[in-house]
């Protein structure tokens, strides 16, 4: 005959109630270790602090306490994102506007940008996909839209395909040069 062996079945003791001083200690430890990855938005940071904490309240706290020091700051954020020269100002926009950052900051943060370094970082990344893009059946397409999903205005896709293209040989121009032929 088989014996069944039985285990002690474990209660788990009652979490001992942490102070309020001991919960804002461990939130503000949470904060810093979330801006430790990247910086983030006000709205990023307080999303992520309000899922650890019910207590609005503390949240805020918290949130002022993480600002006051210098950790968290909507505008550094968005100088960071309006100086990455891989995107164009349409890019800028929409990634801060999706990360919380308010309006008036979005607006002066693309207009601070450079159109000519805009047009010049267009041509820049261009001419490193150029020799893939040339192998397409329409060049000038799938430039244009390789551009525009970075963010690009359409001033300077142009601009930067005509360059691009000339420099490599190929006549390119926008399509209304092609209707005037």
Do not use: C, N
Not at 10 to 22: G, H, L, Y
């Amino acid at each position: 005959m088989e014996r069944v062996r039985r285990s002690r079945v474990d209660v788990p003791a009652e979490k001992p109630r942490r102070t309020p001083q001991e919960e804002r200690d461990d939130l503000l430890a949470y904060a810093f270790r979330a801006l430790g990855g990247r910086a983030l938005t006000e709205s990023e940071l307080r999303g992520k602090l309000e899922k650890r904490s019910d207590d609005p309240d503390l949240v805020q706290t918290v949130l002022t306490r993480v600002q006051e020091l210098g950790y968290q700051d909507d505008a550094h954020v968005a100088r960071a994102e309006g100086s990455r020269t891989s995107v164009g100002r349409h890019r800028v926009r929409q990634t801060l506007k999706r990360r919380g950052v308010p309006e008036p900051l979005i607006q002066e943060t693309v207009a601070a940008r450079d159109p000519d370094q805009e047009a010049e970082s267009a041509r820049t990344l261009l001419e490193r996909r150029w020799p893939a893009l040339a192998r397409k059946r329409d060049p000038r397409a799938s430039a244009y839209a390789f551009l525009a999903r970075r963010g690009f205005g359409g001033d300077a896709i142009w601009a930067a395909i005509r360059e691009v293209s000339a420099a490599a040989g190929a006549e390119v121009g926008a399509p209304e040069d092609d209707a005037d032929e």
